[in-house]
């Protein structure tokens, strides 16, 4: 992983369950979210999201990027 590149931090809705995508905007952040972590120039993508009464807090990592 490049450590000098972007670091980037993405707000919104993301997916709980990564095959259950629940609305529009989820379905852009499902998406975008791994399309900026493919760039050469970005080290890092981080998705804040919020769920109002759907679950705990914790983390997920999808790949070494993202």
Known sequence: MRSNGLKVLLVG????????????VEAVMSI?????????????VTVLSFHNGLGGSGTR??????
């Open 13 to 24: 809705p993301y997916p709980l369950e990564p095959a259950r995508v629940s609305g529009g």
């Open 61 to 66: 990592r999808i790949d070494e990027k993202l």
């Open 32 to 44: 975008l979210a791994p399309a900026i972590a493919a760039h050469s120039d970005v080290s890092h």
